[in-house]
């Protein structure tokens, strides 16, 4: 079946570090990855996303590679703030599941001033 | 504009009573789906409906029953609930589930606490 692996948190860095998590996923056909955010005591918004091999999404100076050869979608981010403090997921949406989201565990980030 | 809303945002109860969750989307998207997040934040998939139809149901216990009066509403009712069924609870829509580029959009989850 689909699955999605990320690095277990907490990440803690200081501001203006450099941020990689890790994600890894196992799917049958050509799924989407997906990157989601969830801010302390909010819901879960879309981040990026990449839809096919070797598209890159991006977006708040947070970025992401579909890497087919080496199944990964890393999310990566030059320089963070303590704003982006938050819980990260990982996802796939695959046609064999339905297009359903399959998510990782998540990886908690905390950002110290 | 909320794009997806939940009602209540925390619900605390006793265990055995019956409540329910409300969902409501103003994106005039086609799916409306329910998530459960654990206390370790594991996200899992419980139902998925397209146009009012169920199309998933992720081998969630009967006691939980979602209704979709029409496709911008999912409402999720569990009858005897049980301690393990505290979680936070999140409503999600998107416009075409046949598409694997679709997006889903969440709602601000409700936090259920059954005591």
């Known amino acids: 079946g689909n699955s999605v692996t990320q690095m277990e948190g907490p990440v803690t860095l200081s501001e203006e570090a450099f941020l990689t998590i890790n994600c890894t996923y196992t799917a049958t056909g050509y799924p989407s990855l997906f990157w989601y955010v969830q801010y302390p005591g909010e819901g879960l918004q879309l981040l990026l996303k990449?839809?096919?091999?070797?598209d890159k999404g991006s977006n708040k100076g947070f970025e992401a590679t579909y890497r087919k050869e080496t199944t990964s979608f890393h999310l990566e981010k030059g320089s963070v703030q303590v704003s982006d403090s938050a819980v990260y997921f990982c996802a796939l949406r695959a046609p064999t599941a339905g297009n359903m989201l399959t998510f990782g565990g998540g990886t908690r980030l905390m950002v110290k001033p | 504009d909320t794009a997806v809303s939940q009602t209540p945002k925390y619900l605390v109860t006793q265990m055995g009573n019956d409540k329910s969750i409300k969902c409501e989307q103003n994106l005039g998207h086609d799916t409306m789906y329910w998530y459960k997040q654990d206390s370790k934040k594991f996200l899992k998939i419980m139902f998925s409906y397209n146009n009012k139809e169920l199309i998933i149901n992720e081998t969630v216990p009967n006691r939980f029953s979602p209704k979709s009066p029409d496709k911008a509403h999912l409402n999720l009712h569990i009858n005897s609930l049980e301690l393990g069924d505290s979680a936070v609870y999140f409503c999600?829509?998107?416009?075409?589930?046949?598409?694997?580029?679709?997006?889903?959009?969440f709602g601000p989850g409700t936090r259920l606490t059954v005591l």
């Open positions: 990449a839809t096919k091999a070797d």
């Open positions: 999600a829509s998107s416009q075409d589930v046949l598409s694997r580029t679709d997006t889903q959009y």
